[in-house]
């Protein structure tokens, strides 16, 4: 496979933020006066744009209070949240790496603002050409974002390669006519993926560095 960029996701397939992300959740749930719920439980919602899970899973019946939600996660996330979380091993070697072959770029359902802030704590910033998030109170998408960067960046998408942990990154790529790649240690689950397979599945960052190393 030929591909001169590497689009990679960022929670769940660069990072674990699952301490901060589920702080943030019961904050907004304890300040609500909602029930906090097992944090166990919270996995599950994971790789899904945050402002849905609330909606779904936690204010059914009290859709008013999902703004209210995300303001008040945003508060935790961006003061204290954001740096409650762990690069997957050998993940950075890997990037440093790749930044001398490929050119990189980040694309994640975080916010702008908080993504920059994350792949700077990690000390990533110099290895990638851009970090694209979600523009706060914006109706934007990954696919949207995706658009803007074949209309901006990516010349030739056929030779674009995104990385992520969910169905949301697969079908975002393939919106785009990117090449795809679904890393399982993330939060996703291989059964998600039957509708929408993506060119290459890989179960560990060190399976990923072989197939980067050898593509």
Do not use: Q
């Not at 402002?51 to 209210?68: G, P």
């Not at 704590?121 to 694209?132: A, C, I, T």
């Amino acid at each position: 496979m030929n591909f001169k960029s590497i689009v990679f996701d960022l929670d769940g397939t660069i990072s674990d933020p699952s301490i901060g992300y589920l702080n943030g959740i019961n904050y907004a749930l304890k300040s609500l006066n909602k029930e906090i719920y097992n944090k166990e439980d919270y996995k599950d919602y994971l790789g899904t744009p945050l402002r849905i899970s609330f909606k779904t899973h936690f204010f059914k019946s009290d859709s008013d209070l999902v703004e209210d939600a995300m303001i008040l996660f945003r508060k935790y996330y961006g003061e204290k949240g954001k740096y409650e979380n762990v690069l997957y091993d050998g993940i950075s070697e890997l990037i440093k790496n790749l930044s001398s072959k490929y050119d990189l770029y980040i694309l994640t359902n975080k916010t702008h603002p908080f993504a920059i802030d994350i792949v700077h704590y990690f000390n990533l910033s110099p290895y990638f050409k851009g970090v694209y998030g979600i523009v706060p109170n914006s109706n934007d998408s990954k696919a949207d974002i995706a658009k803007h960067l074949n209309e901006s960046i990516f010349a030739n998408p056929n030779e674009v390669l995104m990385i992520g942990d969910t169905i949301h990154d697969i079908t975002c790529a393939k919106d785009a006519n990117w090449k795809s790649c679904f890393v399982s240690y993330g939060f996703g689950k291989k059964a998600d993926l039957t509708n929408a397979m993506p060119d290459k599945i890989v179960e560990t960052v060190a399976e990923l560095k072989i197939y980067l190393t050898c593509a």
